[in-house]
């Protein structure tokens, strides 16, 4: 971006974005994230371009901006159609309170994203590192690869609260996703590393295609004949993914007394090498 | 009406190499004599080619398309074309559409343009791109080594009707010459295999071998008056120990003309991926001792591109190599078609000695009449890369650096290293326009001589020859500066060069039974008519 002002000093108080005009079309609106915000003036933040449907507008016609040059981003109000939040972001916070539109974080390499709310698909597809944690529903293709790319998730963590849609990380290659409630079809999908933790289980063909990666669920599955059944043991990693999933109030079950997980592995039709371990409780 | 002054010009077609010369076009795009009045380009310091010929490449069609369809990744980060006044829009990258196409080969200084690969079934939809391709002249090339109501008939020994039916199909696909793929092999394809062995039936047929759909297109084409000779592809494309195969298909040839395609992918030995290594030596002697041959390098470019073939069998062996994406076409009676991307690493071995297999070729042979710069666009690389190829060609030391880079155990399996020589500009002005139109049989292109179509490009003179040959300074197609400093100032849109075999009369009768049989379509709506095309330019057969 080119400036005809000097750079603003970043300062300690956060940027607060409210929604004072609902779109009425997707507004596409990568220019909210805290590497484009984070050295700009209020009134430089106001001027910046979104893309409402084919119309470029200004952002100040959609948000009230309070305060400038920040790292942390405040959002405020029913942001479902708003796109694209935290595209790309390297650095600093965002924190949403409302429900936000598809592509959140999608491409960012750092960085947290926060949402009190729902969130659309796509969250963090393609992430590269950084942390998003939605604390209501998503949609699908959470940490996934776009349409026709090789991979998925690089790297970085993605907590979703309560439910999410269809292929949940589709060929993701590195990371986590941790998924409270029900998840739909295909989690998992072309997987190729990783780790996809479903707390509350998952509908049909989980890991379909699956290369390589790791698949936790403490409910049972209805898995693909192409998974076979290897053996039940609890691997030792399991502590430490679950003391690092214990920050964020997630529990992972892992002593013995408590149970053990059956190891199926597949999916033998591409053929891979990768694992679903599926939480067997003591009897 | 247009005079360039005072240029360093490299002619081939008229042994004109480096002498400074003044050059004049009319007003319908042609050299002349003189002129007066009209623009003048003054060239002093400049060097003048005539515009770059493109003898096999895939910018229109079935596979190229299914291609694009198929990358959508590639789209994401490519360069956009932003529609101007004057110009449509579109995207470059691997498998550019249609309209970049003709602004990307026009920036880079090439003004014709041969698409390599289309069955007489999607001519139709093959013409509606190259008529949108613009600035550049076009010319396409009938796939016909699979086509099974022809080799039916090369089975039932039937080879005059059988030249009827080749010919009647050439002018119903209104294409240029004939193209052979991986002969009787994606016939076999059709059923799960391939034709791996020259003399040996194909699957399906009890007497007819790939060795003989060789020589029976070969004298095909000789005996039609064809401008283009047989332009083939030879069996076990890309398979390690293939020189065998490629050899012996020469020899099948019997003596005619013919074009070899990428003939880098038909020049390894070894016996598996492990064992592969370069044979060009030995087939480059076998073209230095032939002068009826001509080819092109199909040389490989490391990055992204994607594969796209009608050499259905091999797709699917790369696919399962890969893992990657895989589409697989079936053109229903005459031929096949893959498409799976790729990605040519210089840490791979195989790709390492293809990288080094096609500049060997291009080097080994020593008339540049006879070798022909392409990357089989976009097989072994995206045609607007060729510069560096041009760098590589012209630079040894700028080669050596480039073999330091690849893996050591590279260099006991190439023959690159030891070579030393170094392209002139009149060798490139001949590889890369006056001998790949000399070799299509287009007496206009490729020629700055009194009465050629006026395709010129001219280049400031540059050390660094990747940045010369990357952006030239003017490019003139037809009379007409299509690029100025950078800029597009012009489309006009190009012409496609069309060739008319004659044929015995009753060949359309005898073919519609057979058609109507089994295609899917109406045979009223198979051939490409005339009127269809933008702006033909139709050459007649002369023999009978």
């Not at chain 2, 110009?87 to 970049?100: C, L, V």
Request: with cysteine; net charge negative.
């Amino acid at each position: 971006m080119t400036r005809e002002t000097p750079e603003m000093p970043e300062n300690g108080s956060p940027v607060v974005l409210r929604l004072k005009r609902s779109p009425t079309v997707p507004l596409e609106a990568e220019v909210i994230s805290p590497d484009v915000l984070g050295r700009l003036s209020n009134a430089e933040i106001r001027s910046l371009t979104v893309y409402h449907g084919k119309r470029q507008l200004p952002l100040g016609e959609f948000f009230d901006v309070e305060g400038e040059a920040s790292q942390d981003l405040e959002l405020h109000g029913n942001l479902t159609k708003v796109r694209w939040i935290g595209r790309g972001m390297s650095r600093g916070s965002i924190t949403a309170h409302g429900t936000v539109g598809m592509h959140l974080g999608a491409h960012m390499s750092g960085g947290r994203i926060e949402v009190h709310g729902d969130a659309g698909d796509w969250v963090g597809a393609e992430m590269k590192k950084g942390f998003i944690h939605v604390h209501g529903n998503a949609g699908g293709q959470i940490g996934a690869a776009y349409r026709g790319s090789l991979s998925g998730m690089r790297d970085g963590t993605i907590i979703i609260d309560g439910s999410a849609g269809l292929e949940v990380g589709m060929r993701m290659r590195r990371g986590t996703i941790v998924v409270g409630g029900p998840v739909r079809d295909f989690a998992g999908l072309q997987m190729k590393g990783g780790t996809i933790v479903l707390l509350n289980g998952a509908e049909i063909r989980t890991g379909a295609w699956m290369n390589r990666g790791t698949i936790i669920s403490l409910k049972p599955l209805q898995l693909m004949p192409t998974f076979a059944f290897a053996t039940e043991f609890t691997p030792t990693v399991f502590r430490v993914i679950a003391r690092r999933l214990a920050q964020w109030g997630i529990k992972l079950p892992y002593a013995a007394s408590e149970g053990t997980y059956r190891l199926y592995s597949g999916d033998l039709a591409v053929p891979g090498k990768g694992e679903v371990f599926v939480w067997q409780p003591a009897a | 009406m247009l005079r360039i002054t005072n240029g360093k010009v490299y002619d081939p077609a008229n042994g004109i190499d480096g002498q400074i010369k003044d050059l004049y076009i009319d007003d319908h795009g042609r050299f002349v004599e003189s002129i007066d009045g009209g623009r003048t380009i003054d060239a002093s310091g400049m060097i003048v080619f005539p515009g770059g010929v493109d003898v096999h490449t895939h910018v229109a069609g079935g596979a190229i398309n299914f291609a694009r369809a198929m990358t959508p990744e590639d789209h994401r980060r490519t360069q956009a074309f932003i529609r101007t006044k004057t110009r449509r829009s579109g995207i470059g990258g691997m498998a550019p559409t249609t309209f970049a196409t003709g602004y990307l080969y026009a920036g880079m200084g090439w003004t014709t343009v041969n698409e390599a690969a289309v069955p007489v079934l999607s001519a139709r939809h093959t013409h509606e791109e190259l008529s949108d391709i613009p600035i550049v002249d076009k010319a396409s090339l009938t796939l016909l080594a699979n086509n099974e109501i022809l080799l039916d008939q090369l089975e039932a020994g039937e080879y005059e009707r059988a030249k009827s039916i080749a010919a009647w199909y050439i002018w119903a696909a209104k294409s240029y010459g004939v193209k052979a793929v991986n002969p009787g092999g994606i016939t076999a394809w059709k059923y799960g295999d391939n034709a791996r062995q020259l003399t040996s039936p194909i699957p399906g047929y009890n007497k007819l071998t790939p060795g003989g759909i060789v020589t029976h297109l070969a004298r095909i084409c000789e005996e039609l008056g064809m401008p283009h000779p047989l332009h083939l592809h030879c069996n076990n494309l890309g398979v390690p120990g293939n020189i065998s195969t490629t050899i012996d298909t020469l020899k099948h040839l019997e003596g005619r003309r013919a074009h070899i395609a990428h003939t880098q992918y038909h020049a390894y030995g070894g016996d598996d991926w492990h064992t592969m290594c370069s044979e060009t030596a030995q087939l480059a002697e076998y073209f230095n001792t032939h002068s009826n041959l001509t080819t092109d390098a199909g040389a490989v470019l490391f990055g992204d591109t994607v594969t796209i073939t009608a050499d259905g069998p091999w797709q699917h062996l790369l696919y399962k190599l890969t893992g990657r994406k895989w589409g697989n076409l079936d053109v229903e009676n005459e031929t096949g078609c893959g498409i799976v991307p790729y990605t040519y690493r210089p840490s791979n071995l195989v790709n390492a000695v293809q990288w080094a297999s096609g500049l060997e070729l291009l080097l080994l042979i020593r008339d540049p009449w006879q070798v022909f710069l392409s990357t089989d666009h976009p097989n072994g690389g995206c045609f607007w890369r060729y510069a560096e190829i041009i760098k590589l060609l012209m630079r040894a030391d700028f080669r050596k650096e480039c073999i330091q880079r690849l893996p050591d155990k590279i260099k006991k399996r190439i023959t690159l290293p030891q070579i030393d020589r170094e392209y002139t500009l009149y060798e490139i002005a001949t590889a890369m326009s006056a001998g790949p139109a000399r070799a299509l049989g287009l007496k206009q292109k490729g020629n700055l001589g009194i009465g050629c179509d006026a395709d010129v490009v001219i280049y400031e003179e540059d050390d660094d020859v990747e940045r010369m040959f990357g952006h030239p300074r003017y490019v003139i197609k037809g009379g007409e500066v299509v690029i100025e400093d950078g800029d597009i100032r012009e489309t006009p849109e190009g012409r496609e060069f069309i060739f008319k075999p004659s044929y015995a009369p009753e060949t359309e009768d005898f073919i519609r039974p057979l058609f109507e049989d089994c295609y899917t379509m109406s045979f009223d709506n198979y051939p490409v008519e005339l009127e269809r095309l933008e702006h033909p330019e139709v050459q007649e057969g002369t023999k009978p």
